[in-house]
C-alpha cells in the first residue's frame, strides 16, 4: 500500500508513479486528514510513505499522524521523500519513529522536484520544473525496483551539517516560520472556496466571500497554489512568484 501526503502534486506524483510500477494500491493522507478518519492498513502489506521535505524531515503532520494511527503495527515500511535539494539527516528520526510505532524500517530515499515552498523559496516556470520531474523518473525507477524486491534502500552517512538541519533547525523552523498570519486574500478573490477546501488541516474558513486562516497550519501550500485567480499572497514573498503545481 502507498500512502501519501501532498499540497503541491510532487508527492502525489511520485506515489502514482511507483503505483504504476509496483502495481499496488494508493491512499491519501492528505484526505484521510480532512475527513478525520483514520486509515485501515492490513498487518501483513508492505507500507510505502511518499511525503514532502519539510525542513530536512518528514512534515509534523505526517509524523503526528503515524504516530495516531492504531492500524500501523509490524508492517515493513518505506518513506520516499521529494524535496528541493536533500533530506538531510531524515533517516535517523524515520528509524526512531519506527522503532516507537514498532514497524520494520526498509529505508528512504530523497526524490529531488521543484521547489515548491514559495513562503520562502522561487518556484521555477513550468518548462523548468518538468525537466526536474523528468529528471527524477530514473530515481523513481530505482525505488520501485528496491520495493519490488524487498530490498533495503541503502542511505549514505549524514555529514554534521545534515545533522544539524534535521535537528536544530528543523526544531526552530516550526515556531518560528510555520505559521498562517502571512497569508491574505486580494481583491480579486472570487470566494470560489478552493482554499477552504484544499486544506488539509481545515484551517481556512470564508467569511464574506474571502478566506480567513486559523492558527492550525502545516504550511503545505496548496491554498495558495491552488487559487484559480492567485489571488492568494504570503506577505511579500510570493509576488510575482509562480503558483507552482506538479505540471505532469
Given at each position: 500500500?502507498?500512502?501519501?501526503?501532498?499540497?503541491?502534486?510532487?508527492?502525489?506524483?511520485?506515489?502514482?508513479?511507483?503505483?504504476?510500477?509496483?502495481?499496488?494500491?494508493?491512499?491519501?493522507?492528505?484526505?484521510?486528514?480532512?475527513?478525520?478518519?483514520?486509515?485501515?492498513?492490513?498487518?501483513?502489506?508492505?507500507?510505502?510513505?511518499?511525503?514532502?521535505?519539510?525542513?530536512?524531515?518528514?512534515?509534523?503532520?505526517?509524523?503526528?499522524?503515524?504516530?495516531?494511527?492504531?492500524?500501523?503495527?509490524?508492517?515493513?515500511?518505506?518513506?520516499?521523500?521529494?524535496?528541493?535539494?536533500?533530506?538531510?539527516?531524515?533517516?535517523?528520526?524515520?528509524?526512531?519513529?519506527?522503532?516507537?510505532?514498532?514497524?520494520?524500517?526498509?529505508?528512504?530515499?530523497?526524490?529531488?522536484?521543484?521547489?515548491?515552498?514559495?513562503?520562502?523559496?522561487?518556484?521555477?516556470?513550468?518548462?523548468?520544473?518538468?525537466?526536474?520531474?523528468?529528471?527524477?523518473?530514473?530515481?523513481?525507477?530505482?525505488?520501485?525496483e528496491s520495493i519490488i524486491n524487498g530490498e533495503v534502500i541503502p542511505e549514505k552517512q549524514p555529514s554534521f551539517l545534515d545533522k544539524v538541519?534535521?535537528?536544530?533547525?528543523?526544531?526552530?523552523?516550526?515556531?518560528?516560520?510555520?505559521?498562517?498570519?502571512?497569508?491574505?486574500?486580494?481583491?480579486?478573490?472570487?470566494?470560489?472556496?478552493?482554499?477552504?477546501?484544499?486544506?488539509?488541516?481545515?484551517?481556512?474558513?470564508?467569511?464574506?466571500?474571502?478566506?480567513?486562516?486559523?492558527?492550525?497550519?502545516?504550511?503545505?501550500?496548496?491554498?495558495?497554489?491552488?487559487?484559480?485567480?492567485?489571488?492568494?499572497?504570503?506577505?511579500?514573498?510570493?509576488?510575482?512568484?509562480?503558483?507552482?503545481?506538479?505540471?505532469?
Open positions: 500500500m502507498i500512502l501519501y501526503f501532498s499540497g503541491t502534486g510532487n508527492s502525489e506524483y511520485v506515489a502514482r508513479k511507483i503505483s504504476a510500477e509496483i502495481s499496488d494500491s494508493i491512499l491519501s493522507i492528505t484526505a484521510s486528514l480532512m475527513s478525520e478518519n483514520m486509515l485501515r492498513i492490513p498487518k501483513s502489506q508492505v507500507v510505502t510513505f511518499v511525503t514532502p521535505t519539510y525542513a530536512w524531515r518528514i512534515p509534523r503532520v505526517v509524523e503526528e499522524w503515524i504516530k495516531k494511527n492504531k492500524y500501523l503495527k509490524g508492517q515493513k515500511v518505506y518513506f520516499l521523500m521529494t524535496c528541493g535539494s536533500d533530506t538531510g539527516d531524515a533517516g535517523a528520526y524515520l528509524k526512531k519513529l519506527c522503532e516507537e510505532k514498532e514497524l520494520e524500517y526498509m529505508g528512504y530515499e530523497s526524490i529531488v522536484m521543484p521547489e515548491n515552498y514559495i513562503a520562502m523559496f522561487k518556484a521555477p516556470e513550468k518548462e523548468e520544473a518538468i525537466k526536474i520531474v523528468e529528471k527524477a523518473e530514473s530515481t523513481i525507477l530505482q525505488v520501485a538541519k534535521s535537528g536544530i533547525v528543523n526544531d526552530a523552523f516550526y515556531p518560528i516560520f510555520v505559521k498562517a498570519k502571512k497569508f491574505y486574500a486580494k481583491n480579486n478573490c472570487i470566494g470560489c472556496g478552493k482554499c477552504e477546501n484544499s486544506c488539509p488541516l481545515q484551517n481556512i474558513t470564508l467569511k464574506k466571500g474571502k478566506p480567513v486562516w486559523g492558527e492550525n497550519c502545516t504550511h503545505c501550500m496548496a491554498c495558495i497554489t491552488n487559487c484559480p485567480v492567485e489571488a492568494i499572497e504570503y506577505g511579500k514573498k510570493s509576488k510575482g512568484q509562480p503558483r507552482y503545481h506538479c505540471p505532469l
